[in-house]
């Protein structure tokens, strides 16, 4: 069964930097993309970031270009989010998600419990 574990949330001040990490088990990950959406507080889930396992291939939202990059480590199954330059608007809770072909590649069909990201001013 697939698993997806968030961690290195947490309390930052506006300006700061956060990496977080995902670690995924329960398959063979070389297929697909792994990505990060997140969610604020009475708002709807959006993308954020993802990342292709076989070539590293990235695509991020307009919000975060330029201050946040994905990147992973085919051998741990492992995803990366560096966010820098984090602002207010960034709060949110933050979900890694795994597209495998399992339920056929383009939707991410296994998502993680979640780690909240809190920008202070």
């Given amino acids: 069964q697939v698993q997806l574990v968030e961690s290195g949330g947490g309390l930052v001040q506006t300006g700061g930097s956060l990496r977080l990490s995902c670690a995924a088990s329960g398959r063979t990950f070389n297929r697909g993309r792994m990505g990060w959406f997140r969610q604020a507080p009475g708002k709807e ?22 201050r946040f990059t994905i990147s ?36 991410f069909d296994y998502w ?9 001013s």
Avoid: H
């Fill in 112 to 120: 993680g419990q979640g780690t909240q990201v809190t920008v202070s």
């Fill in 45 to 66: 889930r959006e993308f954020v970031a993802s990342i292709t396992w076989s070539f590293g291939r990235t695509s991020y939202a307009d919000s975060v270009k330029g």
């Fill in 72 to 107: 992973r480590d085919n051998a741990k199954n492992t995803v990366f989010l560096q966010m820098n330059s984090l602002k207010s608007e960034d709060t949110a809770v933050y979900y890694c998600a795994a597209d495998t072909p399992d339920d056929g590649l383009g939707s």
